[in-house]
T-cell receptor, first 110, second 113 residues
Framework: DQQVKQNSPSLSVQEGRISILNCDYT??????FLWYKKYPAEGPTFLISISSIKDKNEDGRFTVFLNKSAKHLSLHIVPSQPGDSAVYFC?????????FGKGTRLHILP | SQTIHQWPATLVQPVGSPLSLECTVEGTSNPNLYWYRQAAGRGLQLLFYSVGIGQISSEVPQNLSASRPQDRQFILSSKKLLLSDSGFYLCAWSLGGSYNEQFFGPGTRLTVL
């Protein structure tokens, strides 16, 4: 059973608008959450993270929101840019062990 | 600064042939090391992780094995490749202890024919 779920395999967003990527998890013991971005034929790169003691973390155009009661986190990208087109992996960690979701492919439309 | 290297970048191998993928990390000591596989539509699957030389933990039963002969070297191997071993293999490292961020290498695209 998947502990980290990204239910949208793909998402298309107009350039300049907000991109919202969603992630759900089942394990209430997860204490740290991360988002990675991956271009084709490259390794994922770390984007932003959030500790379970927070509900929001912002870094430039990227904001991650955590709703512990709903076991849900989301990544907001605003404004969306062409270079944001990539696969985004949500990941959750318990005691340092990281579990990844299957990823969401984001297409930024011109 | 820390860097992680993987080679080869791409590999085409026949079924039944052996495999050896190498990963090395520079600029840090005693890192945790990981091997992941990204197969089509299946996200990132953790295959092995290591917290020290000679210490290997396997996450899923499979046709592959891993070894860590040196502190910053992690090797993924197989004696006989299967068609299902095709995929994109990623090595990653993290600091030990409670640090959570993992940093990935460029990956190896393996095609088994």
């Amino acid at each position: 059973d998947q502990q980290v779920k990204q239910n949208s395999p793909s998402l298309s967003v107009q350039e300049g608008r907000i991109s919202i990527l969603n992630c759900d998890y089942t394990n209430s013991m997860f204490d740290y959450f991360l988002w990675y971005k991956k271009y084709p034929a490259e390794g994922p790169t770390f984007l932003i993270s959030i500790s379970s003691i927070k509900d929001k973390n912002e870094d430039g155009r990227f904001t991650v929101f955590l709703n512990k009661s709903a076991k849900h986190l989301s990544l907001h990208i605003v404004p969306s840019q062409p270079g944001d087109s990539a696969v985004y992996f949500c990941a959750a960690s318990e005691a340092g062990e990281i579990i990844f979701g299957k990823g969401t492919r984001l297409h930024i439309l011109p | 600064s820390q860097t992680i290297h993987q080679w080869p970048a791409t590999l085409v191998q026949p079924v039944g042939s052996p495999l050896s993928l190498e990963c090395t990390v520079e600029g840090t000591s005693n890192p945790n090391l990981y091997w992941y596989r990204q197969a089509a539509g299946r996200g990132l699957q953790l295959l092995f992780y290591s917290v020290g030389i000679g210490q290997i933990s396997s996450e899923v039963p499979q046709n592959l094995s891993a070894s860590r002969p040196q502190d910053r070297q992690f090797i993924l191997s197989s004696k006989k490749l299967l068609l299902s071993d095709s995929g994109f293999y990623l090595c990653a490292w993290s600091l030990g202890g409670s640090y959570n961020e993992q940093f990935f290498g460029p990956g190896t695209r393996l095609t088994v024919l």
